[in-house]
């Protein structure tokens, strides 16, 4: 089976940076979605960004279009999140997911959509 392991959260303050890594293994996704998704306590799990294929055009949430980038390393398998001016309703656990297949851009942002999902990575801002 694919596993998916997400790394590089971390504790910051409002308006710092940071860059999430997804690093896939057991399958290569670069002609498949992958995607962000996070889950703040007390909340349910929402969308935040992704592509279709590792060319394709980001899909991102309102709450964080124009701050956040998706990109992927086809090489290295892992799709990132650049998260920039990070606020305190930024803090969620993050999650990496990957879809078997392309999606389109009226599904890709449902959870159900994606095959495999990673563990999770904390990140936290303070104000």
């Known amino acids: 089976q694919a596993q998916l392991v997400e790394s590089g959260g971390g504790l910051v303050q409002a308006g710092d940076s940071l860059r999430l890594s997804c690093a896939a293994s057991?399958?290569?996704?670069?002609?498949?979605?992958m995607g962000w998704f996070r889950q703040a306590p007390g909340k349910e799990r929402e969308f935040v960004a992704a592509?279709?294929?590792?060319?394709?055009?980001?899909n991102y949430a309102d709450s964080v279009k124009g701050r956040f980038t998706i990109s992927r390393n086809n090489a290295k398998n892992t799709v990132y999140l650049q998260m920039n001016s990070l606020k305190p309703e930024d803090t969620a656990v993050y999650y990496c997911?990957?879809?078997?297949?392309?999606?389109?851009?009226?599904?890709?942002?449902?959870?159900?959509?994606?095959?495999?999902w990673g563990q999770g990575t904390q990140v936290t801002v303070s104000s």
């Open positions: 592509n279709s294929w590792s060319g394709g055009d980001g």
């Open positions: 057991g399958r290569t996704f670069s002609s498949y979605a």
């Open positions: 997911a990957a879809a078997g297949r392309p999606l389109a851009r009226g599904i890709i942002k449902e959870s159900t959509e994606y095959d495999y």
